[in-house]
């Protein structure tokens, strides 16, 4: 008998109105979606990696022709501009597949080693296996991109792939789906998983071949826990509360436009989000002037031209009001924006973007991660102190040094702990496939994106091979003679200068002895 499947219905963050309503993937269909993905690994794996890319040129091709439907959808959903929509989620998506159709077969091809010269006459190579059905749990901040990027690599290395879509944005999962169905992809291939936190936790405890999760600190370690129970390897990529650190001789426009930027994208729900700016004392003034005379031009609505939407998920809101409430009562300045006791929200999350100045270190504002439009900004005197500054965090997702003088901005990107630093501009480095992404500290565990966003997803297989023309080894039995070669041949080879004529003699002897029969 067939379950009845729940269904939600689905409101839009920016208007209130009831936009969808979607049937949740019922519990007892866990079982199904795995058997039926193990049963497509075969096939699926068994496909060389251009014959698996031809699927992919096709899922581009029609993203393309139906962009603008798609960001119509992710803004529908997320309460995001639909330029945001198109530049930062489905632009990205659309460089990921072209980044895989470039590079995937190169990078998953065996991959020849070293051989020791120990190991006289052998050859060596690595191969990269696909690991099995690979589960990716994904966000609501940017619900296409971060969920469509891994799924994307661990299906181009030859596993099949469930994927648990946000429940906060669940028509974006629905238009993924659709999307690799009218690509073709086999069934089983690719399926997907629509529900909550319950449909969540029984989907990793199906003893998945490996876990991708994007999201916060506290579910990526309940989700790296129950992972390692059962050794499943995993990649957590988790918050962030990434510093702008400003010198005085910086480009003082273009820092506060990437300020703004940085601070207010995607109404500041962006784990590389800049979340706290540090400016050089003789410039912090004239940066937050020009900065709040700056704020007051931003747009907000949903309309073409409008520059920030609204927030996606109203959990977050009491977030973002519990780190102002806490700033304020500490001495922070509201240098603009609305405090929390005067926001009128009703059945949208509009939140004005926030600065707040005469901040410290012993405010949630500078410590945990807000994920909205709140840019706290604060002074420094030295380089070592906003060094000192950057790193006073129990994040270290992603950072920016904002200087003329390269050779200072290199050594201060050197010292800032941080998955990846930023020279003069912000955010961008997620942009660029040729580079691993992932954090330090508490923003996660693992890297993709770069060719490890391809291998990751694989069991790196080392081959070794000899011709088998030779009846024995040099350290196979008997040993009977053989120590004093081996002790004079290994300390004439690993000593300050190898002796090369001593370590060839010793060899030819032991060679000699192997090949005597009994």
Known sequence: MEEVKERWKVFSPATGKEIAEIDETPLAEINFLYDRAHAAFSGWSGLTVSERLVYFKKLRLIMVEQMDEIAEVIAMDTGKPKTEAIVADIMPTLD????????AVKSLSKQKATTPLLLIGKSSHVEYMARGTVLVISPWNYPFQLAMVPILNAAAAGNTVIAKPSEVTPLVGKCMERLFKEAGFPDGVIDFAHGGKALGAALTDQNPDYIFFTGSVRTGKIIGEAAAKKLIPVTLELGGKDPMVIFEDANLERAVNAALWGAFTNSGQVCMSVERVYVERSMYEPFLMLLKEKVNELTQGTELSDDIGSMTYPEQLTIVADHLEDALKRGAVLEAGIPPDKWVLGDTYFLPPIVLSHVNHSMKIMNEETFGPVLPIVAFDTEEEAISLANDSQFGLNSSVWTMDQAKAARVASKLVSGAVIINDVLISVANHNLPF???KQSGIGRYHGENGLRMFCHEKSVMTDSGKKNTEIQWYPYK???????????N??????NWVVFAKEYLKLLKMAKKKK
Not at 96 to 103: F, M, T, Y
Not at 485 to 491: P, T
């Open 96 to 103: 990921a597949i072209r980044h895989i159709e470039k590079h």
């Open 438 to 440: 992932g954090g330090a």
């Open 481 to 491: 003679g053989k120590y004093p070669k081996f002790l004079s041949m290994f300390q």
């Open 493 to 498: 080879y690993f000593s300050a200068k190898t």
